[in-house]
């Protein structure tokens, strides 16, 4: 089965720190990792998206790292902000009929000044 | 930028009503999907549609339909809502052999 594991289920930093979350999973055949940032009562908004030969990708204070071989995949906030306070979702694509999505239950980051 | 648009944010429904969700995006997209996100369960695909008229099932099709008479517009439609149906629920479209996906803002439906 098909599984995407986030951990921690929430973290709070104070503002300016960094913090990394985890992704963990077992979608198989692998197609791409995506991260979202999900601002609460919204939907989620793309952070970064990596296919299988690529093992880091920056969006300005965000980097996604990939290792394929292990199924593991981190999310990097660098200089954290007050409006980094949102849910981060790992979501896995498989090579399937319509791309299907497996979504992480998210992390829920809380930055406090 | 592609935009998605769900024509509510909030809605309350009583039990046994038929609940329209609106869902239109303006980039011609070919791809257009429902999720329900609930606290602990993450998101979770309901239906989806490849094209005008066609329809796929998703995970948890069961209690809900959907329908696509134009390409710009997904419709989700619970015919006799219930309170499990409350939830937030997420419109998404992307074009064909493309990785991203758009979001809609969600719709927050509560069924009393």
């Known amino acids: 089965k098909n599984q995407v594991e986030q951990s921690p289920q929430s973290l709070i930093i104070l503002e300016g720190k960094n913090c990394t979350l985890q992704c963990n999973y077992t979608v198989s055949p692998f197609s791409n990792l995506r991260w979202y940032k999900q601002d609460t009562g919204r939907g989620p908004v793309s952070l970064t998206i990596m296919t299988f030969s690529e093992n880091t990708k920056s969006n300005g204070r965000y980097t996604a790292t990939l290792d394929a071989d292990t199924k593991q995949s981190s999310l990097h906030i660098t200089a954290s902000q007050l409006s980094d306070s949102a849910s981060y979702i790992c979501?896995?694509?498989?090579?399937?009929?319509?791309?299907?999505?497996?979504f992480g239950g998210g992390t829920r980051v809380l930055v406090k000044p | 930028d592609v935009k998605v648009t769900q024509s509510s944010r909030y809605l309350v429904k009583r039990t046994g009503e038929k609940v329209f969700l609106e869902c239109v995006q303006d980039m011609d997209h070919e791809n257009m999907f429902w999720y329900r996100q609930d606290p602990g369960l993450g998101l979770r695909l309901i239906y989806f549609s490849y094209d005008v008229k066609m329809k796929e099932k998703g995970d948890i099709p069961e209690g809900y339909s959907v329908s696509r008479e134009k390409k710009e517009r997904f419709s989700l439609i619970l015919e006799s809502a219930s309170t499990n149906q409350t939830s937030m629920y997420l419109c998404a479209s992307r074009p064909p052999m493309v990785y991203g996906y758009t979001f809609g803002s969600g719709t927050r439906l509560t069924v009393v």
């Open positions: 979501v896995v694509s498989a090579y399937a009929a319509g791309n299907k999505l497996t």
